[in-house]
């Protein structure tokens, strides 16, 4: 890779559920030039100290809607919103009402609930055909159902959002006007979703946005109740449908390692924290900031002012700071990973995302003790011009 | 004699990842905003590694882990 011809990001996949070639070898230069799917330039931070440093540096701004940042995606402005700020100390006023929402207690308060829906999604591949898909059948459900349940969103919504949110989602994978149709729908629902609980207030968390609007509209405006309850529901279980599929094909892909794993299963933990450090379903795209100064590299590299910029989460495959990074090691302690970011930004639902792979991950073993991949893993396709690209089809038997 | 250690955590950059409440239950917890709350700032030296894991996995550097060795007799 050379520093002064950019490349293509992201880089191409692995054909194999592995490590892609361009995530081991990138960080010969700490500052590498990328050509982002718009055809817009940035840079990205390879290397884990840098990154891990920059996530917490204020220079860089999260506020691309504001600022002439690259773009994503030649026709969709994906996250970028500029009535929303997203940079100190707006940002962390509004994130701390929506984090309460989170902690380990509350998290734990729903284990049992996702639990009780994943063994009844199990019930259902169970008495349906093999090979069961496993997308369909368990990963994308699994998120869905508990995001619904704790937003307090109708279940029987899910068809009409999810196809909302592939579109708002879209990278490249439609036009103009389908993407406009999907973000404005999106947009729509989610308005008449709230109108619709501000008469029937319960104990879930758009509820509890709604109060504390209702109480302090200065605190959290009409406008950014709708925005959160956006992000979340998108982020809710879009991530955790491609993680949970991607986890399990990496896994099975491995059937050695399953069946370590298989044979105790007190490994799920760090087994889960593994597998998302290997996560091969994401990108550094959602790390996009915007420098608004110069900003100097460990090894004295320079970002430019004005550079659109990621934070690269293929550092998680740093040989300095992680041994044998190309190696899936279920029993891998000190694993702190950049799949959930770091600093002020650090990925919200991240506590739940864990909980659920968990969950599913010991839940699927314990169920069913054969389960393997029902077709090579070079077969299992990848979803094309979305944002995630995790698998769009696992087939899998038992 | 095992080293004194001193725990402590700035709730003001806490961002609820609650990775150290996971870690180390026993030290850390968090209150009804998600914030981290120190339970116990001197916990047992036998904590240590994993209080340093907690620290470093926190992502806004919130923890801080002191440990005074004991003075040799």
Known sequence: MSSSCPVSYPFPWAETPDIPHDWRTMREQSLLHVTLPSGDPAVLVTRYRDVRKLFADERLSRN????????????????????????????????????????????????????????????????????????????????????????????????????????????????????????????????????????????????????????????????QLQHWVKTLLIAGYVTTASQIGTSIAVLLHRTSVADELKKDLGLVPSAVEELLRFQIMGTSLGSLRYALEDIELLDGTVIPKGSTVMLSVESNMDDTVFENPCTLDIRRQDNHHMTFGAGIHFCAGAALARMELQVATEGLLKRFPGLRLAVPGEELARPQGGFLAGYARIPVAW | MSPTVRVTADNETCVTSSLCVYRVPEVF??????????????????????????RRSCPTRSIHVEVEEAPET
């Open chain 2, 29 to 54: 917890d968090q209150d009804e905003e998600g914030r981290v709350v120190v339970l116990d700032s001197r916990p047992s030296a036998d904590l240590l590694t994993e209080l340093h894991r907690a």
């Open chain 1, 64 to 223: 691309t809607a504001r600022y002439p940042t690259s773009r994503i995606s030649a026709n969709n402005d994906l996250f970028g919103d500029p009535e929303i700020d997203n940079d100190p100390p707006r940002y962390l006023e509004e994130r701390s009402v929506v984090m309460r929402a989170f902690s380990a207690r509350r998290i734990e308060a729903l284990r049992p609930i996702v639990q009780q829906i994943a063994e009844e999604l199990m019930d259902a591949m169970e008495a349906g055909p093999r090979p069961a898909e496993l997308m369909e059948a368990f990963a994308f459900p699994l998120p869905i159902l508990v995001i619904c349940h704790m937003l307090g969103v109708p279940p029987r919504d899910r068809q009409k959002f999810r196809r909302l949110i592939d579109g708002f989602l879209s990278v490249s994978a439609l036009s103009d006007e389908e993407v406009e149709e999907c973000r404005t729908g999106l947009w729509t629902y989610l308005g008449e979703l709230i109108e619709h609980k501000h008469a029937d207030l319960g104990d879930d968390l758009i509820s509890e946005l709604i109060r504390v609007s209702a109480e302090d509209p200065e605190k959290l405006t009409p406008y």
